[in-house]
């Protein structure tokens, strides 16, 4: 009750402050042409950025930001592959600072993680970050300290290539998606920590099923058995975030222009705090060209699910001189964003209605049944113990033999007994929409790999979670219990199996290092990424080159998973070195 | 009498005893150890723990391998003061899972209109603490609207998880009302049972000698997202006759609820609802030779409100 009061307080003050809160960077402005040319766009060698505290607002609610050079997104940051660059970060907060530019290549000690790469950045101090530029793509910078990255505090990243650019378009957006809460984040990881569901309005109820909705009985008694929540689908919902495109809600209508015929890029970066989103724009096919900046061989699609610091750039090409919505849905239907591209500003597409809510199925739980002689059809026991009669591992929601290395404990709720490799599957929510859908073993990467041995050394690393405590961890073990770093050689080259023992995605990133994830028969062209969205209760596998010297974090970017311990140091040394 | 106390427990606590028996010393030991670099490099996880193991993940023709031990330094103290660094690793790894977080809970606080004179009745419980590890109090009492207050205790308690969806709890609980005043200490469980059941048992101890188990269970339907019915139950069990108490041996009273809430906020739920209570045996013979009603039924309405 008291939140609710202090919202509407927040709401009436943020009400006076939003004319007066020219918030949005001048290349995330309504209207835009374009990047070329964009205003405001920070290049060259030597960049200012100053972190400070400023208020933002969407849809008449405004409420405290930390903002880089005022603006919520911050400054566009545009480079040049080969180029050198400094960036003079200056801390105007009262709380210490950080930015990680996620998805670069530099030297560890300028990745911008406090406590694993560095010292963080003081109030009142200016660190001088300094690296060169190895790659081109569109990527994205964020805070790595506190909760900064939620309340406003990231931005995008765009590298040219040193040579010719092996997509070719007329015009080019860029297209930052977040998501936006009146309420401290760290307000709203205590309320979870109260009450798992305490952001889940979509629950299935007594109603529901009177009016035969969703689940019926018998399928509510197995999951209420196993004290599981198949609506469960996102921790933070619609009914506390603003969704936002370029730092605009729908109200705002971010609109990007271009004229019919014109090939337009547009670079998609998924910034949000906690938000997976589909995206569509209605009427038009998307051919991606890129992923986490990374040229991928062009395949075109209708939607594409974008887990969280995953970056797609599609290349779309309107014919019609009309408005087209581009549609940015929050996976659990809680709430969507709609932006729109039109030829001139103050065009509307229609906003589609949000879709059905999905519900999670034995699928999600790490449960593959097909192809599985289930007798009853599929009845579920979890309270037998490990080694009872029933067939094999198939039917236990936690089974600890399936997983010897993780220790049992309170935050160990479920274990994957039959994880399916879901790198081509349709993401959550998708499953069954009637028309094209990107999964990962879409994507094939342009370039050659240049590493294509076969790993020497395999490791699974299992997402574990309570969801009930909200509790999350890796192996069962949070990073604060003081888990050990996991350890590579300079150079080896190691297969790494995620395995998602939990009912929700979880979009995992490795920093200072792309990893080709495994999606098909042929290394050479097995995408590479730095974030891979693992499917609930599902496994994916990747392999990793581990070519860069330091420590290196490793998390999922669930921003409050991070926070709640799902997060691991990642040390790379010569063989010699190490202790 | 024991006899009937024990299975109380054990029927109420039967689908916690898995958990129990758990080797569950895994998750705190480690709370003290960091940095992380600090701890024994050979002994655990990520040093290939699969080496040795028949794992199934394997079939790619991928070995195991042998892992690299854990490098023992932190990279970036070759480049910044390790002090200044050691603060930040501190400050990183608390952040990461290492938070402590509270709740303060008024589950009940209502009026109880019933015949023979209207009642009120709270029933609360705060934690402050992190995922494992919690300090706790509980309160709960009644009294007549135009009279004294009938009941009141105070429990302070240590929490502690020991597996997915149970904690055990152990602490002091004192009774300011009735005279006289007792102090007891407790142990118990609570958690959340198959098909979302809340319950919690508790046993007793009194400075006296006497002792006395309670048990409470409850469940929250939805009805729509935000209107509630819960049914709740309440039982006390006494292994002895206290007299001064009003308290007879055996089944001494059972307490069912069922309140109908409509949560305007998560943390604001005014409701309404019917409570119906009964003593038995000793305790309902104490209870008629003192003029008062072995039952009573009330409608009750109250809020529910938490932060």
Redesign the interface.
Known sequence: ????SLDRRTLFKGAAALTLAGAVPAWARSGTAGLHPAPGVLSGDRIALTVGDSHFGTGGRSAHAITINGTVPAPLIRLKEGQRVQLAVTNNLKE?TSIHWHGLIVP??MDG????????IRPGETFTYDFPIRQSGTYWYHSHS?MQEAMGHYGPIVIDPAGVDPVQSDREHVIVLADWSLVHPHVL???L???GG?HN???????GLLAGKDQGLKDR?DW????MDPTDISDVTGSTYSFLINGHGTPENWTGLFAPGERVRLRIVNASAMTNFNIRLPGLPMTVVQCDGQHVQPVETDEFQIGIAESYDVIVQPTEAKAYGLIAEAIDRSGQVRATLAPQIGMVAPIPDLRARPLLTMKDMGMDMSGMDMGQGGVID??Q?ANDSMSGHAMKM?DPSVA??V???????TLSSMPADRTADRPTGLEDVDHRVLTYADLRSLEPNADIR???????IHLTA?M??Y???F???????????????HM?R??I?L?NDTMMPHPIHIHGHFFQLLTGDDPTHNPRKHTVNVLPGGKI?FDLTADA???WAFHCHMLMH????????V?V?H?E??? | MKRLITSAVLLLAGTAM?ALA???S??DH????????Q?D?AS????D??AG?A?P??D?????????????????EA???PA??A?????????????T???LMIDRLEYRAQKGGDGYHWEGEGWIGG??NRLAIKSEGEGDVRGALENAELQALYSR?????WNIVGGVRHDFRPQPQRTYATVGIEG?A???FEVEAQAFLSNKGDVHVRAEGSYD??????LV?QPAAEVNIAAQDVPELGIGSGLSNIELGLRLRYE?????APYIGVNWERSFGGTARYARAAGERASATSLVMGIR???
Do not use: C
């Open positions: 009750m008291t939140d609710l210490d560890f000690q993680v406090p406590g694993v790469s560095f010292p963080g506190g990881l205590k309320r920590k109260q009450m305490y309005f979509q629950r299935q109820t007594l109603a008694m209420g058995k196993m004290r979890l309270s113990p936690l010897p290395d220790p049992m404990g309170p935050g160990v709720a076969t790993p020497t050394r395999s490791l699974d309570n009930e405590r509790m999350w961890s192996d069962g073990v949070k990073l604060s219990d003081g888990a050990d770093p996991i350890a590579f050689r080896e190691v297969r199996t395995i596998s010297l330091g420590d991070m926070h709640a311990g799902m997060m691991r140091v040390t040394r063989e070195d190490a202790a | 898995p758990q080797d569950h895994q998750m480690s709370a003290h150890q960091m940095p992380p670099g701890e490099a655990d996880q990520p040093a723990p699969h193991h794992m993940a394997s790619d023709g991928v070995p195991r391998g042998v892992a690299p031990p854990v490098p023992t330094d932190h990279a970036a480049l910044y003061d200044v660094m603060r930040a690793r501190a400050a990183m790894l608390k952040e990461s899972g290492g938070m977080f509270s709740q995922d494992i998880a020991i597996d997915p969806w959340l198959p098909y979302w339907q939805r009805i729509t997202q935000r019915l305007f906020a998560r943390e604001f409100f938490w932060f």
